[in-house]
């Protein structure tokens, strides 16, 4: 298993912190509030700044054209699919269960590591994996009544969840050999001009000028999701094996739990509790030290 860097884990949690508030800041930004436009304007605003630091940090922003089609492929598994589907199931679907069936995903990239890329995992491997997913149910315990209501968000969400987990994966196999940044950027492009484009056609009717609320999460997004996390999770996921980089995200949905309990009123039941401890073993399984590198 893999030793992170002092770099890495205060990347790790720096990411863990932005990704799981976003989630009742998302749904407070998009309440009232064109939900394709309402992404958009936090890419459009993001995009400088993820540009202002391939610059300062001096990466190339050139990719050959003969991965154009390979990034595109990454741009639409690891970022289209996901931003659209999530962001309209957003209304219909309280923060907190968003955010749980969202990060089912690293169970799901750990089975398209098994079924596509010939990636066995290890026991201890499993027993994350198995961690993560008990979690995961019962994080959702307390909420299986209420989805019967909202199948089609459910669906959604589990859906851009295992393309965004299979969109680990290729990334983690991808030949194009620029920096992750460059990467980063490209599918932020790409997935910037089809979200406006999705905003343009689909919601120009519902255009209005953003509440202080909603400008703030634009804001919030803008700085915190497009111009830090997105490219930090993406080097993340290059950079450590798939199960370690994924299952180390899985505080987030806990995070966005309790986060949307405070901010919005969600009852916390002892399901909870007992699922943090869960998640604790889950990224325990993939990034505590093994005893040949202690």
Known sequence: ???????QLWTLITLTVVWGWNWPIMKLGITGFAPLTFRSLSM?????LLALALRLLKVPFVISRAYWREMFVLAFFNMMIWHVLVILAMPMLSSGRAAILGYTMPIFSAVWGVLWFQAPLKARAWCGVGAAALGVLLLLWNELSRFAGQPLAVAMVLFAAATWGYGTQRLRHTPIPVPTLTIAFWMTVLTTAMMTTLA???EQDRWQLPQPTTFWAIVYNAVGVFAFAQAA??????SLPPVASTLSVMFIPVLGVFTGAFWLGEVLHWQDWAAVALMVVAIA??????????
């Open 285 to 294: 399984s993939v990034l505590w030290p093994s005893r040949q590198s202690a």
């Open 233 to 238: 999770w993406l080097t993340l996921a290059r």
């Open 44 to 48: 459009l605003a993001g995009l400088p």
């Open 200 to 202: 343009v056609c689909f």
């Open 1 to 7: 298993m893999p030793l992170l860097t002092r770099q």
